[in-house]
């Protein structure tokens, strides 16, 4: 069954860093715009970043504007994250935009994130801890 696999959480202090890795499994990864997404305990899904087919588009969530910058190459997609808060915690998925309009749900509800993207991952948790 193709989907995505997460890689490159951790335990990091606030301030810090991480670099969030995506790839797919089963499908080409270029063929799709890609989100990653978070939940932390006890919190519904919510869109961090989105970027386009080509890469030449990406949106973030205003969240983390200037702290986190999604990229994709070499068929991977990736979210660096900088500055990092204890608010930042939580598990971190990467999903398939499957709609013809790329990347505008991937703020959505949650129930219009689990309509319009797929191929969801296990995620791979961040934990932003002193």
């Known amino acids: 069954q193709a989907h995505f696999m997460e890689s490159g959480g951790g335990l990091v202090q606030p301030g810090g860093s991480l670099r969030l890795s995506c790839v797919a499994s089963?499908?080409?990864?270029?063929?799709?715009?890609v989100a990653w997404f978070r939940q932390a305990a006890g919190k519904e899904r919510e869109g961090v970043a989105c970027?386009?087919?080509?890469?030449?588009s990406a949106t973030h969530a205003d969240s983390v504007k200037g702290r986190f910058t999604i990229s994709r190459g070499n068929a991977m997609v990736y979210l660096e994250m900088s500055k990092l808060r204890p608010e930042d915690t939580g598990v971190y998925f990467c999903?398939?935009?499957?709609?013809?309009?790329?990347?505008?749900?991937?703020?959505?509800?949650?129930?219009?994130?689990?309509?319009?993207?797929?191929?969801w991952g296990q995620g791979t948790e961040v934990t932003v801890h002193s």
């Open positions: 970027i386009s087919e080509n890469g030449l």
């Open positions: 089963g499908l080409i990864t270029n063929d799709w715009a």
């Open positions: 999903a398939a935009d499957m709609t013809l309009a790329p990347c505008t749900t991937a703020y959505s509800t949650p129930q219009r994130i689990e309509d319009d993207f797929g191929f």
